[in-house]
């Protein structure tokens, strides 16, 4: 078989529907859009969720919540995780996103005391928790708290 010899399966492909060119061609006259009304008008016709005049389902059910526009999203990492990296090293954002930790060094990143810590770091991050700061240190390492900035 060559290149130029492949075809699709019999059945795989159909020819289009051609419609509004006479009655024997089976879709002609009205052009399967049936008699008068707003659907078989010309145009854009109408949204998808209309529902005929009916009280949209959006709008019949109840709203609950809130959601904040602006919300910085905040990336956590567990104190278990650092036990990656070399004793003494400084553990800051931009190390976390290179070891795959976090997604990118943009977003703020909060440190969290779950699991154990069993070598001395300087850690780096926007936000501790008690537990992280108390493990951080029981530990023999430091804690540093650095202020976010978005364009870092």
Do not use: W, Y
């Amino acid at each position: 078989m060559k290149l130029g010899e492949i075809r699709a399966p019999s059945g795989a492909t159909h020819r289009r529907k051609i419609r509004g060119r006479g009655e024997s061609s089976g879709h002609g006259k009205t052009s399967g859009k049936g008699h008068k009304g707003q659907r078989a008008r010309s145009g854009p016709g109408l949204r998808p969720e209309f529902e005929g005049g009916q009280m949209p389902l959006v709008r019949r059910i109840p709203k609950r919540g809130f959601h904040h526009i602006r919300r910085e999203p905040i990336q956590v990492v567990n104190v278990e995780v650092l036990n990656r990296f070399p004793a003494g090293s400084v553990v800051d954002p931009a190390l976390l996103a290179e070891g795959g930790l976090i997604g990118t060094p943009r977003h703020p990143v909060k440190i969290l005391g779950d699991g154990e810590l069993s070598r001395a770091l300087t850690v780096k991050a926007h936000h501790f928790s008690k537990s992280a700061l108390a493990k951080i240190s029981g530990a023999g390492g430091s804690a540093e708290i650095v202020r976010f900035s978005p364009a870092c």
